[in-house]
């Protein structure tokens, strides 16, 4: 059910620049799964790794992957990821965690934003993922 042969990657569109580290388009037939942002709280609520962006990152990808199974999904069902840091310097940090959750050959499309800030200063990333499992 979770397979990701249901999906289709086109990493390099025509007349598209190819993508390094991600999917340009990612599409594919099914019921479409909607993550809010995930931030670095542990089932209680409390910040893991204050200002640590790896340690941030393994707890916002955790976070995710409960969300994904949540909805019957994996993340082989993830078509997009956003990405929201506050500081653009902390996505080499987030790319290595990503990559233990994806498959590297068939990375999702995504986008990454640095803000000026997230709700709480200790943080700083938020993921939100969308996804398309097989009905």
């Not at 640590?52 to 909805?71: G, K, S, Y």
Request: hydrophobic residues 45%.
């Amino acid at each position: 059910m979770n397979s990701d042969t249901h999906l289709t990657h086109i990493a390099a569109p025509a007349g598209v620049a190819p993508a390094t580290g991600y999917t340009h388009v990612v599409t594919g037939p099914g019921q479409w799964v909607a993550i809010s942002g995930q931030v670095s709280l542990d089932e209680n609520g409390e910040v893991v790794g204050p200002g640590d962006p790896e340690v941030q990152a393994r707890q916002v990808f955790e976070n995710l992957n409960r969300c994904l199974a949540a909805a019957g999904a994996t993340f082989a069902d993830v078509v997009k990821l956003s990405y929201f840091v506050t500081d653009v310097a902390y996505l080499p940090a987030v790319r290595a965690v990503r990559d233990l959750y994806v498959d590297v050959e068939r990375r999702p499309a995504s986008s990454a934003v640095q803000v000026v800030a997230l709700y709480r200063p200790e943080l700083v990333m938020e993921v939100e993922a969308f996804a398309v499992v097989r009905p």
